[in-house]
């Protein structure tokens, strides 16, 4: 199982100067796709977000927050945070060394605690914390 962040779903349903990559990737990988519902929590945020600012239509947002409910049900595997998981993520954001987001942690912590393999994000800063942590991250380029 490989875990997509937000991001990589985000280009893949709303184009942008990375969805060339996103979809690249996603036609070439083989192993089932995990998100988890905070993966929906934070696409749902950034689409709410994007019509605050103007950026887009709320029927378009509205529209595409559709499309990913259809693809979490139809075509990824849904995986569900547990305490453990916040607890590992606080304990990871505990590390000086780590540079994490908390909700960086959480994602990383939801998917190799469910037995991800790889975590794949365009967050460079992300991927430089998790290879701290010692997780196998692919950060894809444009």
Known sequence: MIYADTN????????DSLTAAAEAWYQEVADPVCISSWTV????????LRVRKG???????VAVMKQ???AATNS???????PEHFTTAGGWLARPECAL????????SIAFGCGCRQFVTFDQPLGAAARKL????E???A
């Not at 010692?134 to 991250?137: E, I, N, T």
Request: hydrophobic residues 45%; glycine residues 4%.
């Open 8 to 15: 990589i779903l985000l280009s893949l349903f709303c184009p």
């Open 41 to 48: 929590i934070e696409y749902r945020a950034n689409m709410g």
């Open 55 to 61: 950026l887009m239509p709320r029927a378009k947002s």
């Open 68 to 70: 990913l409910d259809s």
């Open 76 to 82: 990824f595997h849904r995986l569900a945070p547990s």
């Open 101 to 108: 987001r908390s909700s960086d942690a959480l994602h990383l």
């Open 134 to 137: 010692g997780l196998p991250v």
């Open 139 to 141: 950060v894809l380029k």
